[in-house]
C-alpha cells in the first residue's frame, strides 16, 4: 500500500457504504459519459463517493437505508472521504445472467444490472474486485470544478496519507467474496494500468 495516493475513483455513496459495511466487493465499470471506455489507471485508490445517478429504484429495498444514510451524511462544498480501495482481480463480465445469479454479493437491482448491461454496448463490462480499508477519521475535502463530471477518475489536489487505514474485511473472509465471484462465472484477465504501463496478472 502506498503511503499517500492523489487518486480517487468515483462510485455511488450508497455502495461506498454497502463496501464499508463488508456487504459488497465488486464494482461494475464501463466508462462514464465523458469516457469511451473504462481505463485502470491504477489499482490504489480513494473511493469518491457520488450522489447525482443514485436512486432507491436502482437498489434493492433491504439496501435502503444505506442510501438514506449516504444523503444524511453529504455536506455541501465538501468531500468526504473513508474508505481505500485496493484492486485484488480485474474480471470480464460475460453475461447479464452472471449479475444476477450474485445478488447476494452487490445492492443493484435487476433493472439497474439490465441497464449497466445495456449502456453502450459495444464496450465490454468490467467488474473490480476491490479490498476496501476503512480510515479512523474521514477526510472531509474541498469541492472543486476540476472533481466534477461523469468520469471515473479523480487526481486529488492533494496526495492524502494512508496511514491508520484498517481492512473492512478479514483475508478469509475478502477470499471466499471473491470465490464467489469467481464460481459464478466472472473471469479475471490480466491488464495494464495506466499510471505506470506494467503488466498486472489478475
Wanted: proline share 5%.
Amino acid at each position: 500500500m502506498r503511503e499517500r495516493n492523489d487518486l480517487a475513483l468515483k462510485e455511488w455513496a450508497t455502495v461506498v457504504k454497502a463496501m464499508l459495511a463488508g456487504q459488497q466487493i465488486l464494482l461494475l465499470r464501463k466508462g462514464g459519459i465523458e469516457e469511451d471506455a473504462f481505463c485502470l489507471v491504477d489499482r490504489e485508490f480513494w473511493l469518491f463517493p457520488t450522489y447525482e445517478h443514485q436512486s432507491l429504484h436502482r437498489i434493492r429495498p433491504e439496501f435502503h437505508h444505506l442510501l438514506v444514510a449516504s444523503e444524511q451524511e453529504r455536506q455541501v462544498g465538501k468531500i468526504r472521504l473513508e474508505a481505500y480501495g485496493m484492486v485484488a482481480a480485474v474480471l470480464h463480465v460475460g453475461s447479464l445472467e452472471v449479475l444476477r445469479a450474485l445478488s447476494d454479493e452487490h445492492i443493484w437491482t435487476d433493472e439497474f444490472l439490465t441497464q449497466r448491461w445495456q449502456y453502450k454496448p459495444h464496450l465490454p463490462l468490467y467488474g473490480l474486485a476491490v479490498r476496501v480499508y476503512r480510515l479512523p477519521t474521514p477526510f472531509l475535502l474541498e469541492e472543486h470544478p476540476d472533481y466534477a463530471g461523469c468520469r471515473s477518475w479523480v487526481p486529488l489536489k492533494t496526495a492524502l496519507p494512508t496511514k491508520g487505514l484498517s481492512p473492512v474485511l478479514s483475508d478469509a473472509a475478502f477470499a471466499a467474496k471473491l470465490e464467489r465471484l469467481l464460481q459464478a462465472g466472472l473471469e479475471p484477465i490480466s491488464v495494464k494500468t495506466a499510471r505506470n504501463g506494467s503488466e498486472t496478472a489478475c
